[in-house]
């Protein structure tokens, strides 16, 4: 039983290291590199207490070097998903009884055990797995997932906190629950951090997890399964399934305890979960909690006063950081005639200084996308460009999968405001430009609106006071995450909170609060202590 009303440690954002040559955890860093790059690393499913593997293995391939095999996931059938249900639901009544202290001691646990001991695991998994240069990894996968674990326990006892009022001879008070039933947990390749957190922030709170990591990130998925059993989570609160995805997830909605799904991924797969879910509505004990994170086609927009310099840095790196791979990523810019050749200077520079290649050379800006998949994809979009008379590619363009699937920073000049790579969620390392007439710059704010389906992130450049107030209020609706004279990436645990409406999902915040209360359901009780003893009301009686 609590015997004190307990404070957690202060959350504050973790320091990002900076890698710079002669620093100690760049040598670090590389060495752990080095050791998962030539070793074969086996990533089993976990369900319940057990490691499982299957006949059905899959290679691990870095995506800069798709002939080198440096590891092995296991793909399960419908039975490894209805394993795990039963593990979740097994662990659900111990784990959820027990008190929250110990469930805060457990991820702050992970937190630490990813700050120091597994920093350099998590990292290299990701740079090798994922094609994340060095820092693109330490912001996400030790910095951001550090963050995710430490902010959540404290938003947890935040909201255990909150409180109603009482008056009078009772007391009101609310038991924040964890949900009836078991939670699924789809996450993307692109961020280690929110691979580590989907499953984490729901378990937290009690609940039990069903957790489908996407097969591109399976390197740095073990990792996370690592530390989640170093830090004393209980054997069936994160069940780690593999397979297909379509088979996985028709077991857990099929289910009568399935209580809800917590999503991040494609806007088509998240469409499909919400219709599965509706169509069977009728078979679940609760209604189903549904947050999902879905695409973008996120923009910057220039004003005549902007900053040159400032808003070509951030094209080029809201554009090509991780290879656009982001669902932050800048993927469409609009800028005025009359600064457009001195930024286009300015991105002339940087472009010819940007090397492109393998994240295990340090001075690599720009790596390999992906999957072979994605290469054509982008490439696609490239190829039509150079080819169409509505666009012109003006850097890059370049594409090359021989050894790994690497593509130039490309940008393209758009000679109309809804061209295809415009309009069309590309998820690659290309930037499309429209440039418009000076004059027309309101009218601008109304083509950013209404060109993209998608309303995840946007960023505006502008000195001009009241033209910062206009467009921001003209764009309320266009983007979840909006950025002033910024580029629309870079979204911090704590500080910015993340999520987009319209067809980029339901807006739900991770990293604050807000996303927490998705996975609870709350008891309210009330406790009499001097309760009346006859019906009758003061009104009843006679004049």
Request: glycine share 8%.
């Amino acid at each position: 039983m609590p015997k004190g009303i307990y404070n957690v440690p202060y959350a504050v954002n973790e320091p990002v290291l900076s890698y710079a040559p002669g620093s100690p955890e760049r040598a670090s860093l590389q060495a752990a590199y080095d050791e998962m790059y030539n070793q074969v690393t086996e990533v089993p499913m976990r369900i319940g207490n057990q490691d499982v593997t299957t006949g059905n293995s899959v290679d691990i391939r870095p995506p800069h070097d798709h002939q080198k095999v440096v590891g092995h996931f296991y793909k399960g059938d419908a039975s490894h998903v209805k394993q795990a249900i039963a593990s979740a639901l097994e662990a659900r009544e111990e784990w959820a009884n027990l008190p929250w202290e110990h469930r805060a001691s457990i991820f702050l646990k992970a937190a630490d055990l990813i700050a120091g001991p597994y920093r350099d695991k998590m990292n290299a998994a990701t740079m090798i797995g994922q094609g994340k240069n060095a820092m693109q990894a330490e912001i996400d996968s030790a910095c951001e997932l550090i963050d995710f674990l430490r902010f959540n326990v404290q938003f947890m006892t935040e909201i255990y906190a909150e409180q109603p009022i009482t008056e009078g001879a009772i007391w009101n008070r609310v038991e924040y629950r964890p949900l009836e039933g078991f939670l699924y947990a789809v996450t993307p390749f692109n961020f280690t951090a929110i691979s580590g957190n989907l499953p984490t922030c729901m378990a937290m709170l009690g609940n039990v997890v069903v957790w489908k990591p996407s097969n591109k990130q399976m390197l740095s998925a073990g990792v996370l399964m690592e530390v989640f059993r170093e830090a004393g989570v209980p054997d069936g609160v994160i069940n780690m399934i593999q397979g297909s995805a379509a088979e996985i997830t028709e077991e857990c909605f099929n289910h009568p305890d399935f209580a809800g799904v917590h999503f991040t991924g494609s806007t088509a797969v998240f469409h499909q979960f919400w219709k599965q879910i509706g169509d069977n509505i009728g078979i679940y004990k609760s209604y189903p909690k549904i947050v999902g994170e879905t695409g973008g086609k996120d923009f910057i927009w220039a004003h005549p006063t902007a900053d040159r310099k400032a808003l070509a840095t951030a094209m080029i790196r809201g554009a090509f950081e991780y290879q656009g791979q982001k669902c932050s990523a800048a993927s469409r810019a609009y800028v005025p005639q009359s600064m457009w050749e001195e930024v286009k200077g300015y991105m002339q520079e940087n472009l010819n200084e940007i090397k492109v290649g393998d994240p295990r050379d340090f001075t690599n800006f720009v790596n390999a996308v992906i999957s072979k998949e994605s290469f054509d994809k982008i490439k696609g979009y490239i190829d039509r460009a150079k080819e169409s008379a509505d666009s012109e590619v003006i850097f890059g363009g370049n594409c090359d999968d021989s050894k790994g699937y690497f593509i130039e920073p490309t940008v393209i000049l758009a000679k109309k405001p809804k061209y295809e790579s415009m309009c069309e969620e590309i998820f690659g390392p290309v930037l499309t430009v429209y440039v418009y007439q000076d004059e027309q710059w309101e009218e601008t704010l109304d083509t950013v609106d209404a060109t993209s389906v998608y309303a995840l992130t946007g960023a505006i450049f502008a000195q001009d006071r009241y033209v910062i107030k206009k467009a921001t209020d003209k764009l309320v609706n266009a983007a979840g995450n909006f950025y002033i004279n910024d580029k629309p990436t870079g979204a911090v645990v704590g500080q910015q909170p993340f999520g987009g409406a319209r067809a980029s999902g339901t807006n739900d915040k991770a990293g604050s609060a807000q996303n927490l209360l998705r996975w609870l359901s709350p008891r309210l009780i009330k406790e009499n202590f001097v309760p009346p003893k006859d019906y009758r009301y003061s009104f009843l009686d006679e004049d």
